[in-house]
């Protein structure tokens, strides 16, 4: 996995956003696979100027996002489908019909997977995939454990994981549901270009783990070993360890 180290969090989000931007413009059908949490905000604000500045255009983009909690209705104020319309999809020319989401309030959630997984191979699988880790090194919501699963599947979410998107919830840890919807390690490592970002001290012993540890479930992003195309885009914070 090639390392970068930026000076600040706000520089590499710039850059990240400046390496989307020329992905599309490069394949304007580019297959993008999107990231919640806080990491990639200031990507998603960087992208949002560079559209209305007219450098960046999404009508033949299309993205995949991630992860959804299970439960909750794309329209929930608290799912990161709002979370995205929010801070990204409201703000560009992209077609609602170019998102693919899992839908948290679907009754079926095996079900649900089998659909997204379907779509995301009619699409051809992921062109560039955006990542943030968890302190526990989590990727999307693929939780530490003895296993991994291939596909998207529903996972049981970790206190720690649950506790780091208190925030979504009006900081009431009781209130995040306890289950997701999420890729699956296979869709990651078919994406033919990966960025991991990854800020903060509170971030230094996942990326630790994750670029020099044993390939193994207790940490997903270790899998991303596995990867001949991962970039992992740190401050100095969270690359102290590396
Ligand atoms: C969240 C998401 C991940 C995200 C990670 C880190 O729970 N499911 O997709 O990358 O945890 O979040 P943050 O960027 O807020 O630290």
């Known amino acids: 996995m090639n390392v970068r180290v930026f000076a600040s969090e706000p520089e590499a989000a710039a850059a990240c956003a400046a390496l989307v931007a020329a992905a599309i413009r490069e394949k304007p059908s580019l297959v993008l696979g999107l990231p919640t949490g806080r990491t990639p905000l200031n990507v998603y ?3 949002v100027a560079l559209h209305q500045r007219g450098q960046v255009d999404f009508s033949r983009v299309t993205t995949f996002n991630l992860d959804e909690f299970l439960g909750l209705a794309p329209d929930d104020p608290s799912s990161y489908r709002a979370y995205m319309e929010r801070h990204f999809f ?3 020319n992209l077609a609602p019909e170019r ?3 899992f839908d948290g309030s679907a009754e079926r959630a095996e079900r649900e997977c089998v659909r997204y997984d379907l779509k995301l191979l009619e699409a051809g699988g992921l062109d560039l995939l955006l990542l943030g880790i968890g302190p526990n090194g989590h990727v999307a919501f693929i939780e530490p454990g003895d296993s991994l699963q291939a596909g998207s599947h529903r996972a049981r979410l970790s206190r720690e ?6 925030s979504l919830f009006g ?3 009781w209130k995040v549901p306890l289950a997701a919807l999420t890729l699956g390690m296979a869709g990651m490592l078919q994406a033919r270009r990966v960025i991991l970002l990854a800020f903060g001290v509170s971030k230094a012993a996942a990326v630790t783990a994750m670029l020099r540890g044993p390939i193994t479930p207790m940490c997903p992003a270790s899998f991303l070993q ?3 195309n991962v970039e992992v885009w740190l401050d100095a914070e969270s690359g102290r360890g590396v």
């Open 161 to 166: 994981s649950r506790l780091a998107v208190a």
């Open 45 to 47: 604000r960087e992208l």
């Open 226 to 228: 596995l990867h001949g």
């Open 171 to 173: 900081d009431d840890v």
């Open 90 to 92: 409201q703000h560009i």
């Open 99 to 101: 998102i693919h989401f």
